[in-house]
């Protein structure tokens, strides 16, 4: 058998280190344990602090990973985060956006105080990360972002108006910053989700209780977090995990009528095709 090369061994004695937001449940936390399988050394950031315990503590090698707990609604936090991870790995080679919530609700019936927090945190916090990882990435190699977006990203739907733009925005900032970050090498990635098996309908603020979707037939957040470590691999603009949706969203520019058609249909729940 021939022996490694110089090159490999330098790549297998130096773990890549990752920051996964959201890494408390569902996608982050199946994100960290399937970068922690891969080797990598991993900060995981969210709100609750036990959770995050929970998670570390059952990842291979727990010692080499680290907690952040921290509202990424709270600049000052994000900043404090991003700097404690300085102090402990030195450098980011992979961040993985992906804290984000929902809000179940026509917008009639979202109030301003939910409505904030969606943007808050899957818009302005995503800026705050990239700004505060920027330098850190930079020090790192092979320097990746993955944004996990959603394929209502690229086609607006009725009952979660102010997620799918939170989404839309997402993958606005992930064309934009793939360009501004290009000149240090650093790829950006859009990740468009399909429905998935986690917490997030059942924690999204739902005042008048609108049926969610029925998850038997969704992804796992296993096959999320595969994407995501195949994106630090081998890094492409955007990748859609449901194809059914991105012709849906192309269909929205060449023929909007006909995809709300398809849209109410695909929905279900009772809503109405636009007659003007
Ligand atoms: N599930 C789906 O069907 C689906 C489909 C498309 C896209 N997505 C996207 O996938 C991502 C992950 O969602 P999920 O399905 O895994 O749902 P989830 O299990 O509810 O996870 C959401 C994560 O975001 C964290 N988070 C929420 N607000 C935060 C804040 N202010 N500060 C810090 N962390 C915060 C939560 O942790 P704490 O509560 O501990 O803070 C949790 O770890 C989201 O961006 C979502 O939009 C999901």
């Known amino acids: 058998m021939a022996a490694p090369s110089p090159v490999s061994q330098a790549t297998a004695q130096v773990p890549r280190r990752a920051l996964v937001t959201g890494a408390s449940s569902g996608i982050g936390e199946a994100t960290a344990r399937e970068l922690a399988a891969a080797g990598y050394s991993v900060a995981l950031l969210a709100r609750r602090a036990e959770e995050l315990e929970r998670v570390a503590k059952s990842l291979p090698r727990p010692e080499a990973h680290l907690c952040l707990p ?16 300085k102090e402990r790995f030195g450098a980011i080679d992979l ?25 808050a945190t899957n818009v302005t916090a995503v800026v705050d990360v990239a700004r505060e990882s920027l330098p850190l990435l ?18 607006g739907i009725p009952g979660q108006v102010v997620y799918a733009a939170s989404k839309a925005a997402l993958n606005s900032i992930a064309e934009g910053l793939r360009i501004e ?12 989700v399909t429905l998935t098996r986690t917490a997030f309908f059942a924690t999204q603020p739902n005042p008048r209780g609108l049926p969610g979707p029925n998850l038997a037939g969704a992804d796992s957040p296993q096959r ?14 955007e990748v859609w995990l449901a194809w059914k949706w991105r ?12 995809a709300d058609r398809m ?3 695909r929905l279900g729940g009772g809503w109405t095709a636009p007659r003007r």
């Not at 179940?104 to 969606?118: G, Q, Y």
């Not at 970050?181 to 950006?188: N, Q, T």
């Not at 012709?247 to 006909?258: C, E, G, K, V």
Request: overall charge positive.
């Open 181 to 192: 970050w290009a000149e240090d090498g650093i790829a950006v990635c859009a990740l468009d």
């Open 247 to 258: 012709m849906i969203a192309f269909l929205s520019l060449l023929a909007p009528r006909t």
């Open 224 to 237: 999320v977090a595969r994407a995501v470590l195949d994106l630090d691999r081998e890094p492409q603009p």
């Open 95 to 119: 961040v993985v956006q992906n804290a984000g919530h929902g809000c179940l609700a026509r917008v009639e019936d979202t109030s301003p105080e939910a409505a904030r927090s969606v943007l």
């Open 70 to 85: 921290c509202d990424l609604r709270d600049a000052a936090a994000v900043a404090a985060a991003l700097a404690k991870v």
């Open 263 to 265: 849209l109410v249909k």
């Open 138 to 155: 930079r020090a790192g190699a092979r320097p990746v972002m993955v944004l996990v977006s959603s394929i209502v990203a690229r086609r």
